[in-house]
């Protein structure tokens, strides 16, 4: 399974754009990329999944470049809701029954 | 769509005694479940892969006898955790695999919260 590594942590403020980097150097050919945000107390809730180039989606994007050893998730003009602990992992498809190890995340703090 | 739900949300018993813990796919069937731990301020540990109609698979360190898994059906797999004691306490999470759209993806419960006394 492919190691993720990114930021333990941000602070941003309301309104402006907020971009984590997530390195995977050890990705495999059949790997995706996904992305999870995760509150106190609740489960990951899944936020966007790529396999290349750019993804969007209604609530953030994917960018991720030729040679996949990294992403970089995008979270356009967050609010104070979107402070929490963002996971990128990485998993291929017929791996394993795709098991997904999580890293420690990075814990976004959004200030007013 | 791809709800996950769990149940219950928290639980308290006595140490000693059994919990069993629910995780439902709503609105997808899902051959394959996972269930996850998880400590205050940690990231979520794989325990164990639940597959519909056969055994679970354990992560290493993970006393399959102390967590018991079953997948009876392709929306349902439930966690039972036996003769539970104090540091069994925490938050469990599953998950369900969706096969959608050429995207593989896991879709998480809520979580449910366990307290032995």
């Known amino acids: 399974l492919a190691k993720t590594t990114q930021p333990i942590s941000m602070d941003s403020y309301e309104g402006q754009e907020v971009n984590i980097t997530c390195s995977h150097n050890n990705i495999a050919t059949n790997d995706y990329i996904t992305w999870y945000q995760q509150f106190p107390s609740q489960g990951p809730r899944f936020i966007i999944q790529g396999y290349k180039t750019k993804v969007k989606n209604e609530v953030a994007s994917l960018f991720i470049p030729a040679d996949r050893k990294s992403s970089t998730l995008s979270l356009p003009r967050v609010s104070l809701s979107d402070t929490a602990v963002y996971y990128c992992?990485?998993?291929?498809?017929?791996?394993?029954?795709?098991?997904?190890?999580f890293g420690g995340g990075t814990r976004v703090l959004v200030k007013p | 769509g791809a709800v996950v739900s769990q149940h219950p949300s928290r639980v308290i018993c006595k140490s000693g005694t059994s919990v069993k813990i629910e995780c439902r796919s709503l609105?997808?069937?899902?051959?394959?479940m996972f269930w996850y731990r998880q400590f205050p301020k940690k990231s979520l540990m794989l325990m164990a892969t639940s597959n519909e109609g056969s055994k679970a698979t354990y992560e290493q360190g993970v006393e399959k006898d102390k967590f018991l898994i079953n997948h009876a059906s392709l929306t349902l797999s439930t966690l039972t955790v036996t003769s539970a004691h104090p540091e069994d306490s925490s938050f469990y999470i599953c998950?369900?695999?969706?096969?959608?759209?050429?995207?593989?993806?896991?879709?998480f419960g809520p979580g449910t919260r366990l307290t032995v006394l």
């Open positions: 992992l990485v998993a291929g498809r017929e791996a394993a029954g795709n098991k997904l190890t």
């Open positions: 998950s369900a695999r969706a096969l959608a759209g050429g995207g593989d993806t896991q879709y």
């Open positions: 609105d997808f069937q899902a051959t394959t």
